[in-house]
């Protein structure tokens, strides 16, 4: 049998990421998966994300599924668009690594012990946002690139800032938890919804790869990240501001049950409206639907402010990261 097809980027962090999929479906099924390196605009440009969307880095790997080149592609969930892909299916959400966000600083020190005016890089908006909430005094910089280039702006030669925060997620896939200074508690910086999960795409018109791709499916992940994801496409109705999003599943006294915090957070910090919903994993999207609506309630639409007035292929996904 043909090896199948895997598209990526050629990013460390995609390459990894991918080539771990490809590994556990091959110890799973016994097929070959030859990776298929796919440059997508976001990879090409330097403009802010804020700027690009985050679909950028998505729609080349997109493409290419559609058009028959690979057979399917892995993607960092966080960053697909929440609008559904025509054509395209979620065949399969791996077991989800820890969704947390990461600090890393040149000294070890913890959030807390960075003295006022300490200077902490990050890309997000909803990073920016909660580091403000915080009343520290920081002084968030916005950064971009790929996980090395943005951990050596504290760690490298030569170093600019004393702090950066990534996901923890990124590191771990690259074998660098090691550099870590503190994994921060959500309390604190709530996640982006869908961080540190994993989307494995192929074609609706596949089903065979479908029912193949199955076998890498963990349902408690996908049901944590379809009531985050549920909770963002209710809210994010074109705006760019930040939201998080951050589901657990727990046992409760009648079967298992999800608790879902979400956050809105003005970039400045000044207003952060924070509320949380349990329901049952059946209702993981209604359970999305409920605390965006309850958030709603509360202000938030007033928090995100208008829709940006944005550029061309920025408007479906201008939302979290
Ligand atoms: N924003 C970019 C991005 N998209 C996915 C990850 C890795 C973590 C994940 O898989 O959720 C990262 C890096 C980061 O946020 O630090």
């Known amino acids: 049998m043909r090896a199948l097809r895997l598209g990526t980027r050629g990013s460390a962090l995609a390459m990894a990421q991918s080539g771990q999929v490809a590994d556990a479906l091959t110890a799973a099924t016994g097929r070959a998966v030859e990776l298929v390196e ?7 440009s330097t403009a ?5 969307g985050v679909g950028v880095f998505v729609s080349a790997l997109r493409d290419a599924l559609t058009a028959g080149e690979i057979d399917f592609a892995v993607h960092s969930y966080k960053d697909l ?9 979620i065949a399969a959400v791996p077991r989800r690594e820890d969704p947390r966000d990461a600090l890393i600083t040149r000294d070890g020190r913890t959030l807390a012990e960075l ?3 300490a200077t902490v890089g990050t890309g997000a908006l909803r990073r920016i946002a909660q580091l403000h909430a915080l009343g520290l005094q920081l002084t968030v910089t916005p950064i971009r690139g790929n996980v090395d280039s943005r951990v050596r702006r504290v760690l490298g030669p030569d170093a600019d800032l004393d702090a950066v925060v990534l996901a923890r997620a990124g590191l771990t896939r690259l074998g660098r938890v090691g550099e870590i200074s503190e994994t921060l508690d959500p309390m604190l910086m709530l996640p982006a919804p869908a961080q540190g999960a994993l989307a494995v795409e192929c074609r609706v018109d596949d089903p065979e790869l479908i029912e193949l791709l199955a076998v890498l499916d963990h349902a408690p992940s996908r049901a944590v990240v379809t009531a985050e994801r549920a909770l963002l496409a209710t809210l994010e109705a074109g705006c760019s ?5 951050f589901a657990e599943l727990a046992e409760g006294d009648d079967g298992d049950e999800i608790y879902l915090r979400g956050a809105v957070v003005s970039p400045d910090g000044t207003r952060d409206l924070r509320l949380s919903r349990t329901g049952t994993p059946a209702d993981a999207e209604g359970i999305g639907k409920a605390l965006a609506a309850d958030l709603l309630d509360r202000g938030a639409d007033s928090i995100l402010g ?7 292929g920025t408007q479906q996904f201008g939302s979290t990261e």
């Open 115 to 117: 003295p006022p005016g």
């Open 38 to 44: 796919v440059v997508t605009a976001g990879d090409r």
């Open 48 to 52: 802010p994300v804020q700027r690009l």
């Open 306 to 312: 208008q829709p940006e007035q944005s550029g061309p």
């Open 241 to 245: 501001a930040p939201v998080a999003a």
């Open 81 to 89: 668009p929440t609008a559904a892909h025509g054509g395209l299916h």
